[in-house]
């Protein structure tokens, strides 16, 4: 993976930070503060503040002051940066080849894995909440007695299956923590 992260930052002008923020920031319209970014990407403010100033540089963030706080900060991608961004997940990568590889089954227990493994990091503390269908607001699992599609999107009002789980979604809207526990609850015994 990390192959694939310079591999993709190397052919679109970028380094795998910047790449990194431009993914983060892709879908949400209203951006971040330099500290969610850095956490979320799981480096120092200062690494990240220079990689928003590289980008800021290169036309594909902007920043803007909170309007809440003037103290603030909000770094959000701009049409350059996701243009860039599409440009750098133009060629399927090493890792989406080998997944590709794995039977059905396999890429769906890898996913699930995934997912058992990201929610356990970020509920430890490890890492900040991922925009994964399970820590969503819009998620119902196992809402319909159809076994191919059981769970439900309020989002896009529609079923869909447990290989259409999602581990990164821009439409994620974080559930508040009681929330966040009782669809998991559902979820892993569903």
């Known amino acids: 993976m990390r192959i694939d992260e310079w591999s993709r930052a190397k052919a679109s002008g970028f380094n795998p930070t910047q790449l990194a923020i431009l993914d983060l920031l ?23 503040t220079d990689s ?14 909170d309007a809440a706080d003037k103290r603030v900060v909000r770094v959000a991608v701009t049409a350059a940066g996701l243009a860039g961004l599409k440009h750098a997940h133009q060629e399927e990568s090493f890792t989406e080849q080998a997944i590709a590889a794995l039977g059905g089954g396999a890429r769906e227990d890898l996913l699930l894995t995934l997912i058992k493994m990201i929610r356990h990091l970020q509920e430890t503390g490890a890492i900040p909440v991922q925009r994964m269908c399970v820590s969503c607001r819009h998620f119902a699992p196992f809402a319909h007695a159809d076994a191919a599609r059981p769970h439900h999107c309020k989002f896009v009002d529609a079923a869909f299956g447990q290989r259409e ?26």
């Open 165 to 190: 789980l999602r581990i990164d979604c821009h439409d994620h809207v974080e559930a508040d923590p009681s929330s966040r526990a009782a669809t998991w609850d559902a979820f892993q015994t569903g």
């Open 52 to 65: 928003i100033n590289a980008l800021e540089r290169k036309d594909c963030v902007a920043k803007q002051t």
């Open 26 to 48: 892709a879908g949400r319209g209203g951006g971040l503060g330099v500290r969610e970014i850095a956490a979320h990407i799981g480096v120092s403010q200062p690494t990240a």
